[in-house]
């Protein structure tokens, strides 16, 4: 069975809801920030929220946390990690994927559930997805812009886009979630744990989840 | 009673002193009388504030006693920090409406901002978990830039808050009116769900026991907000009030959130309060006041923001943030310790005593000490001298729409009047999703459903329409708790208790006493007639300018229980299958009337003086025949009709399902008042034909047409309106404009 940690660190919102849609699929539990020990788990999820408040800059502070420097270890080792929202913006501030995220154009926080279209199923994260597949999560963010210079884009490996001219902060080639080389890291502005019971919105973000327990458990 | 003064060497203030710090000087005279010498600094400025109406409720307090507070549900009520009902299987959900309008007037973002963090305190004082936010604001005509600069801040401020600490933001409402210029005002509510059993009252117990602060420092921020800001009428010089306004910081706020839920987990509390208004004071003496102990404070041992702060400027400061919690000697390494895993400050400042005084030292030596019964208890409550005034209060409203426009044009000025346009604009501003209990969102269903872990689920909505009330302060007061309670009823949900604000311009004016009088008395009634008693609530008095008050405006919040969250009801219209379309009926005891309808104010027309009384047990069992239905499963949509009347209602339906509707209302002498004309009790249903006939048998309920199509098309009297949704949905978006 797979174990899914997810990080807790002090401003972080959407660490429950992770730890539950994880549930779906495996074992979760929640890693202290203060933590350098990763608890043997198998996947690890940088939640969303507000780590240390987005002191300085989203982001920015989290990735000298001693969690993230385990993370860091651990996903060059080939260990599978999502960064959702803030934690995308963690995961590009730690180095671990490209770019970085810039407040959004029109300068609000937008909470919206949007069409997120799949560009690539070649990641640890997306492997249940089909190219093409568009998914109803929602997003909600101030800082949500993706941003990589000019000459660096074409080298990108781009997870999700903003489906349907749906773009809510104005990001780069409608970028919503992009992954590092290897496809073990990926990082998305929309919240896929949000969207795992029909309830309260979707079910397409379960999608993610059970892509990790295929990775490690191969048919 | 202390008859030497504490040590102070400085002069003692004079009565002039004690007056521009807010007291009358009978009061002065009467606290001189209770110390049995004149207070010193320290204790004038304690005084000041827990005698100030914002803490003391000295015009009020009377009035409030006559409101129902008692039922079989409520678990807590009115006198803590918040009040709770039990929704099933041990669990209890906290729920409370605060205002936050004098510090929003004068600075909107951090005055909404710390609105939000000041109610979320207050929920999880009790030792509950905030679970969502609601808010209800009121600004001046959006025309003006000021009202435009107030929304804005507001908004922004309270999503910057919620957003930040992982509490969603599900519901809410907002009103455009001249008579808020001045005056805005920024309610917020909040809910928490707590496990009855660990619930924590604020009594302070046990002589010995250790007082531990912990949160935020303490700085000169919102020194004397309370008594400046909340209590007196603002004047020309806002300026200088800006210094006390507090400034919010939500990062602080979340991790003082877990602390304190993990300390009350861990059992390692005696009792608990946050600090609001007048700070340290208030929390001290109160929680002593209601343990009916004393407490001695050692201000020295404050963690300070700034060095040179004077005793009694630590003992006022309402910097944010912050809680005070008493804990047994052998337990204080464990709370600190705690403190520490959260990386917020924690710091022993003072012990349980059981002299019945407050007693502040600065180190050695004592600077203030005062019976806790004066402080608390001695404040003189005032009889209200209402009278009806003789001529309007209110100028009647800009006219923007012309006489003679035809029904559809009409239809469109409606939609796109600034208090019924979509509020999207503003909910997408606000994480609504977060804690995943979200079952309905804003703009899907009249009240917001969130569902509970024992399955079952809690609806919340928020209402107060002030104009209503400055028609007629009584059926006014009434029409706002039928209308919250009416919103409950179309998710399926029964009212469990009730909480309230009360806005209002200054009551030692007769006029003004007499809408608060008259406007009590409403809530009373009302929340007694649909058993839905008051387990907490505030008022917010001074609410006015040199140009006059605001609409008298008591916004009523409500938690109902919802048994299926799977069956919670939407306010949409669906076509599903258009071989079978279902059908639109308009049911309740509705008997609209234009005075003071939306309409009327378009039009420019004066306020009436009076509203028809409405038939409120008839209105009840209309809601309790559309909740039935509802929690049946067998209708398709349930909408309460509000401003605008009937056909914005259905107009709001078509545009929430993306579908339109064909509707004949046959003949009418009076087409305006049937078709927008406003009352309480009318519900918009859509449904398979025969559950829409089968809810007929409990309540009046017409028939008008059928779901379907991409146009409102309604015929009256034989004349036709047709209105594509397209043009319906361009209309709404009124707001949209309004956050560039």
Redesign the interface.
Known sequence: MTTFGVIRF?????E??AL?AARHFGEAKLLWHKDRDLGGVDAVVVPG??S????LRVGAIARFSPVMESVAEFARSGGLVLGICNGFQVLCEAGLLPGALLPNL?R?????QLGIEVVSDATAWTAACSPGDVLSI?V?H?SGRYYVPDDQLADVNVVFRYAHDGNPNGSTNDIAGVANAEGNVVGLMP?P??A??P???STDGLKLFESAVRERVPA | MSASPPSPAAALPSVEEAVALGLTAAEYALVVDKLGRAPNQVELAMFSLLWSEHCSYKHSRKLLRTLPTEGPRVVMGPGENAGAVDVGDGLAVAFKVESHNHPSAVEPFQGAATGVGGILRDIFAIGARPIAVLDSLRFGEPSSPRSRFLLDGAV?GI??YG????VPTVGGEVYFEAPYEQNCLVNAMALGLAESSRMIRSAAAGVGNVLVLFGASTGRDGIGGASVLASAEFGEADEDKRPTVQVG????E??LL?CSLELLERGLLVSLQDLGAAGLTSSASEMASKGEVGVEIDVSKVPLREADMEPFEVMVSESQERMLCVVEPARVGEVLALCHK??VHGTAIGTVTDTGHVVVRDGDRVVGDMPVAALVDDCPLYDLAPAKPPQPLYAAPVRTLEPGASPRETLLALLSSPNVASRLPL?????????????RRPAQADAAVL?LPNGRAVATSIDGNGRRVACDPYNGTVANVLECASNLACVGAEPLGTTNNLNFGNPEKPHIAWQLTEAVRGLGDACRALDAPIVGGNVSLYNEAADGPIYPTPVVGMVGEVPD??RAGRLGFSETDPTRPDVVGFAGPFRPHLPGSELAKLRGEPLPDGLPAADVAAVRAAQEAIRDAVRAGELSSAHDVAEGGFLVAVAECCLAGDVGAVLDVGASDDTDRLLFGEAPGGFVVSGPEDAVRRLAERVELDVFGRVGGDALEVTVGGERIDVPLAELREAHRALAPL??
Request: hydrophobic share 25%; net charge negative; proline share 8%.
């Open positions: 002090p401003g972080s919102c959407d429950v809801d539950q929220g507000f240390y408040g987005d002191y029109e609000r926080f937008i909470c919206r929602p909600k101030t919240h744990e949000h795992v019971d309830l309260t919105g | 922004s999503g910057h957003n930040s600490i992982g910081d939500p990062f602080e979340k991790k877990e959260w990386d909910f997408q501003q606000y994480d609504w999703l977060v804690q995943s209990r979200t079952v569902r969250p799977e956050f560039p």
